[in-house]
């Protein structure tokens, strides 16, 4: 008998060697060919860019998985132990694979013909970091053996941060940070026990644990969760069965923009990033980026611009309803599948139920709740025929009604509108709106910096994403003549010299270009300062052609409005085609004293590790570094940049500019507080409108026209269009803020002149002005006009009015 033992035991002995040795042979071969983990040194997940305003608050978040990556020490104890509850109690124990787990899980699927796991949280790190997920025993194994040996090379912590940030949640979420932003809408500092509980249960399968598919068996689970957190000692039986209680309270967090008015800004810095640093760094890269953006002036610029486009708009008359549904069954259900203006939160849709002569009855489009799915409430309201007046100016295809009488002459059971609700006393009202069809932009910088403080690229991001201040190429017509002017105060003309405006004819390639000014007529000889406060084509063409286009082309190159501009005497008149921002950054240097400015959106870029790798500032200050004070002076900001324009032509040009406002074509439509500079533009046939202006510390451009270039309507101009907007946004922009004056540079003299000779005024002298003259110069003492020999030598037309070729004759200055 123990001679058979014995024989029993060696034939045991002899297998169980032979199979530890094929068990020792497969993992050695399989071991082979494992990832190497020590990559986990260098882990760098795809990673959330998020673009915040100049003030701190977020503006916009960009990544393919929205993933914020958190360090061990900053994820709370909470949330730690909800994920160790749910997914290894025994984490801290074990030494990569849980043997009482395994067999715990073994024991279940036997006794129930499932299948559980008893992947611990290393494990799932091997698994999501270094293997693939097929369902094989060779990868169990593989993800066992990396276990180990991720356990010998790292700490518990920091195997636990790689679990934390790399995980899915769903809903497109990596990461607890992410996860908590994405269904909460909260840090991770801020989740409740509840809260952190479903999101520790949403791992294991978050498809199954949708919050709104399957919101029961989601509660369920996140229970399950708490009842391990209090079995497992980390939530007292209280408090759990009060969080068992609550009900999910997910509040899915929207992507894009998140600050109000910043889409068109948030989308040209999204463009600007993919420029700089490609796809993958804006997408995956974790950037931090911090903008220029104001957002007070940005909502003040959207308010202005919007105000003026639904103003020019309304004045056309209605062009018919957004949409038509039946509103004899369910026309709630209907109307919420009509996308509203989603930036335009002030304006709702709404569907006309009935309509009288007075009033029509509307019904409101209802919300969504969380999930998605259209709220039961069916809200309405009244139109007052006195609140949609201006829709009784028809304007609509197919219709040759054009002036009604009466609300159901407009609007017919079924329409769809926007409205605007308000108040009046008290009393809520509802005024009718339609998207308007003409569009614009607003750019509003910095001049010293150049810095965009406000950009608005149209009327409605939703209703297009074109924006119309950095894409659309338009013509800046009468806008542009400031810089012919500053091109001649620079090379030897004074705002006094005297400039014949009268009719001219060019001749270029066998054809005859005769330019007009606006509205016809001449006057003839003006100042320059006449000139430019008139806008005066005639006298601008005559200008440009007396110093040479050539000329005019350099300066024009030089502030950055054209890149290789054609020098023909047509682009004087602003003919060629530019940006609104090209242009806001060229009238920043007129204001700014002359110094070039690099036009920016962003302010500092920071990589995943707070490391600054681009910053707009390119000043230089030494001194400013100092940790103590030894005596030295004060600390001085050196400004390296080009000095495009002499400081005197800058003030010169600016204060002919003052002009403008004060008495010229934006006069009564421009009134700040203050000395303001700024000229308008119109194009031919009114399909451009624009105003251009600043004070001494904030530039703004207003862009106005449609976007397939249209005649806007006679008296459609810069002046009537662009300047109110102008005026309202600064108005709003500048308000509590002190005034400041335009700073006259040293050795500038202001010589009394008269307004319409240009020659020096005598003491009591009418239409006296004092100008700004450069060292050196001053008034004429000789009465000289440039373009006259031209004039009378028959080289220009001579339909010229009996009053203006009186004032040549007689040779005593314009008529203003």
Request: glycine content about 10%.
């Amino acid at each position: 008998m123990i001679r058979l033992i014995g024989y029993f035991f060696g034939i045991g002995t002899v297998l169980f060697l032979v199979v530890a040795a094929g068990i020792a042979w497969y993992i050695g071969d399989v071991s082979q060919d494992l990832p190497d983990y020590e990559v986990l040194n260098s882990y760098e997940p795809p990673v959330t860019t998020r673009v915040h305003a100049a003030s701190g608050e977020l503006m916009a978040e960009y990544a393919r998985e929205r993933r914020l990556f958190l360090p061990i020490q900053a994820i709370p104890d909470r949330v730690k132990a909800a994920f160790l509850s749910a997914e290894d109690k025994n984490f801290y124990h074990h030494p990569g694979v849980d043997p009482v787990g395994l067999a715990r899980a073994v024991v279940n699927n036997i006794r129930t013909g499932g299948r559980q796991g008893a992947s611990t949280i290393t494990q799932q790190v091997a698994k999501n970091f270094l293997l693939t997920s097929d369902q094989t025993y060779e990868r169990k194994i593989k993800e066992a053996i990396l276990s180990f040996r991720i356990e010998q090379a790292y700490s518990k912590d920091r195997i636990l941060e790689l679990y934390l940030n790399e995980i899915f949640f769903g809903l497109n979420s990596y990461g607890i940070a992410g996860a908590a932003l994405t269904y909460f809408n909260k840090s991770v500092n801020e989740l409740t026990i509840a809260e952190t509980a479903y999101l520790a249960a949403l791992p294991k399968a978050p498809n199954n644990y949708h919050p709104f598919r399957h919101t029961e068996r989601a509660i369920e689970r996140r229970n399950w969760v708490i009842d391990r957190m209090m079995e497992n000692g980390y939530v007292s039986a209280e408090d759990g069965a009060e969080a068992k209680q609550q009900p999910l309270n997910v509040v899915p967090r929207r992507g894009g923009s998140y600050l109000f008015a910043s889409e068109y800004f948030a989308e040209e810095v999204r463009r600007e990033m993919i420029d700089r640093y490609g796809d993958d760094a804006l997408y995956e890269g974790g950037l931090s980026v911090r903008t220029t953006l104001d957002p007070k002036l940005q909502a003040l610029a959207r308010k202005a611009l919007q105000k003026g486009l639904v103003n020019y708009d309304e004045r056309r008359g209605f062009r018919g309803p957004v949409a038509k549904i039946d509103v004899n069954g369910d026309w709630g259900e209907q109307l919420a599948e009509i996308d509203p203006l989603r930036d335009v939160p002030e304006w709702t849709l709404a569907v006309v139920l009935s309509a009288s002569a007075d009033a029509v009855e509307v019904g409101l489009r209802p919300g969504r709740e969380a999930s998605g799915d259209v709220a039961s409430e069916r809200p309405t309201g009244t139109l007052r025929a006195d609140d949609m007046k201006w829709a009784f100016r028809l304007n609509i295809p197919d219709d040759d009604r054009r002036n009604v009488k009466s609300a159901a002459d407009v609007l017919n059971p079924g329409d769809v509108v926007y409205v605007e609700p308000f108040e009046e006393e008290g009393t809520p009202r509802l005024r009718l709106r339609q998207p308007p069809k003409i569009q614009g932009a607003l750019v509003a910088m910095d001049p010293h910096t150049g810095r965009v403080l406000a950009l608005v690229g149209g009327f409605s991001f939703a209703q297009s994403e074109f924006n119309r201040a950095t894409q659309a190429q338009r013509q800046p017509g009468s806008a542009f003549k400031p810089f012919v002017y500053a091109a001649a105060l620079d090379n030897g003309y004074t705002p006094a010299s005297v400039v014949l405006d009268a009719p001219i004819e060019v001749v270029s390639g066998g054809e005859i270009w005769r330019p007009k000014n606006y509205g016809g007529g001449s006057a003839g000889p003006s100042t320059l300062r006449l000139g430019i406060e008139r806008s005066r084509n005639l006298m601008t063409v005559r200008l440009a052609k007396d110093m040479g286009m050539n000329l005019v082309a350099e300066y024009a190159e030089q502030f950055g409005i054209y890149d290789d501009m054609l020098p023909v005497l047509a682009m004087s008149l602003g003919s060629g085609e530019t940006t609104v921002m090209r242009m806001v950054s060229a009238y920043s240097v007129l204001a700014n004293g002359g110094k070039q400015i690099k036009p920016s959106l962003i302010d500092r870029i920071q990589d995943r590790y707070g490391k600054t790798i681009f910053k707009h500032e390119e000043r230089t200050c030494d001194a400013c570094i100092a940790t103590a004070w030894l005596d030295q002076g004060e600390p001085e900001v050196v400004d390296n940049r080009e000095q495009v324009l002499d400081p005197m032509t800058s003030y010169q040009i600016t204060s002919m500019m003052e002009g403008v406002v004060t008495r010229g074509t934006a006069a009564s439509k421009v009134n700040l507080d203050r000395p303001t500079a700024g000229k308008t533009g119109t194009t031919n046939e009114e399909k451009d409108a624009w105003f251009v202006g600043y004070t001494a510390d904030l530039v703004a451009g207003v862009f106005i026209g449609f976007d397939n270039p249209t005649p806007m309507g006679r008296g459609s101009t810069g002046g009537a269009l662009a300047a109110p907007v102008f005026n309202e946004f600064m108005q709003a922009a500048l308000e509590g803020t002190r005034p400041a004056d335009f700073r006259v540079p040293d050795g500038m003299k202001l010589i009394a002149i008269n307004r319409q000779t240009g020659m020096q005024a005598f003491p009591g002298e009418e239409g006296t002005i004092m100008e700004a003259f450069k060292p050196g110069t001053g008034p004429s003492d000789v009465y000289s006009v440039i373009g006259l020999e031209e004039y009378a030598t028959g080289d220009a037309i001579t339909n010229i009015s009996p009053q203006a070729n009186q004032a040549v004759v007689n040779g005593s200055g314009g008529l203003y």
